[in-house]
């Protein structure tokens, strides 16, 4: 799972993540947009979670940030994926 990954981990396999996520595949793509997701902000208010979300989403780039955002509102209005939406105000 990604959010297992250390930060330079992340950055490699998010590229991989984000194109799955547009996946229609539906044996798979349900589960990859889940744990896209939920790698995409702490798994709760704790200072460990929140620190390691820290280390793993701080190493993007600019870049990196737009495509997850653009994944983001892909999935929010094509999908009506209401987490994805929730988590849109903070990438763009």
């Known amino acids: 799972m990604l959010i ?3 930060g ?5 396999y998010l590229p991989a993540y984000l194109c799955a996520a547009l996946t229609e595949d539906e ?3 349900a ?3 889940f744990y ?6 702490p798994l709760s208010d704790t200072k460990a979670h929140v620190a390691t ?16 955002a653009g994944v983001l509102h892909y999935l929010a209005e ?4 209401q987490e994805a939406a929730a988590l849109l105000d903070g990438w763009r």
């Open 4 to 6: 297992a990954l250390s």
């Open 8 to 12: 330079l981990g992340y950055q490699a």
């Open 27 to 29: 044996r798979l793509g």
């Open 31 to 33: 589960d990859l947009r």
């Open 36 to 41: 896209l997701i939920k790698s995409l902000s």
């Open 53 to 68: 979300a820290h280390e793993r989403l701080s190493r993007l780039t600019a870049t990196q940030r737009s495509a997850v």
């Open 78 to 81: 094509a999908l009506a994926c």
